[in-house]
């Protein structure tokens, strides 16, 4: 078991940056895949990031790759969304959630989440 609790969400205007982070409990974190998701309003839950458990492959949707950034301290226990260049399309709430196996851009594959951080970006 592991819990999973974000942080760092925001108002922030078009063009700027946050990062947001997932603190998780345990001592077994350097052996989850950790992913990012976001759930606008009126629409479904969607993919943004994910790591491995080293910290080596890394994937993105293709709506943030360039702009947004995934990492992990393992020795913290926690993961990272650096999200630059924000629109206000990236207007959400972000979610992480955790995996024991390989990694994976489907959320129906990850076993545990946080509660979510709301992201708004003005125009």
């Known amino acids: 078991q592991v819990q999973l609790v974000e942080s760092g969400g925001g108002l922030v205007q078009a063009g700027g940056s946050l990062r947001l982070s997932c603190a998780a409990s345990?001592?077994?974190?350097?052996?989850?895949?950790m992913g990012w998701f976001r759930q606008a309003p009126g629409k479904e839950r969607e993919f943004v990031a994910a790591?491995?458990?080293?910290?080596?492959?890394?994937y993105y949707a293709d709506s943030v790759k360039g702009r947004f950034t995934i990492s992990r301290d393992n020795a913290k226990n926690t993961v990272y969304l650096q999200m630059n260049s924000l629109k206000p399309e990236d207007t959400a709430v972000y979610y992480c959630?955790?995996?024991?196996?390989?990694?994976?851009?489907?959320?129906?594959?990850?076993?545990?989440w946080g509660q979510g951080t709301q992201v708004t970006v003005s125009s």
């Open positions: 790591i491995s458990q080293s910290g080596g492959p890394t």
């Open positions: 959630a955790a995996r024991t196996v390989v990694i994976s851009t489907r959320q129906g594959d990850y076993d545990y």
């Open positions: 345990g001592r077994t974190f350097r052996t989850y895949t």
